[in-house]
């Protein structure tokens, strides 16, 4: 296919338009869309769904503030924390003192 051809192919293209709806089908479309009732399992589904992208973005929200303001965990190498060293000491003197 040469570049004439093609470039009168795609002419012939853009010209196409689809054909425009009558008002009838338009109102006939609206109105079986309205008819659709909306069940207890579709209410469910859809507060369900808005409550976990409600939830996500909380999520989501919390970890960047507390990236921007420095309060992110260093990355831990297995070793234990302070606290769980205090708490493991304390446990055996219990353990000693029985």
């Known amino acids: 296919m040469n570049e ?3 470039n009168a192919l795609e002419r012939r293209l853009a010209d196409l338009r689809p054909a425009a709806l009558s008002p009838d089908v338009t109102e006939h479309i609206a109105r079986r869309l309205g008819e659709l ?3 207890w399992g579709d209410r469910l ?10 939830a996500a973005a909380l999520i989501f929200a ?3 503030l507390s990236a921007a303001a420095g309060d992110v965990p260093a990355r831990s ?5 302070l606290a ?3 708490i493991m000491q304390e ?4 353990l000693a003192r029985q």
């Open 91 to 94: 446990y055996d003197l219990l």
């Open 62 to 64: 919390i970890i960047l």
């Open 4 to 6: 004439d051809s093609f």
């Open 77 to 81: 190498d297995g070793a234990h924390s």
């Open 45 to 54: 589904l859809a507060g369900s769904m808005a409550a976990g992208a409600l």
């Open 37 to 39: 009732p909306l069940t």
């Open 84 to 86: 769980q060293e205090r």
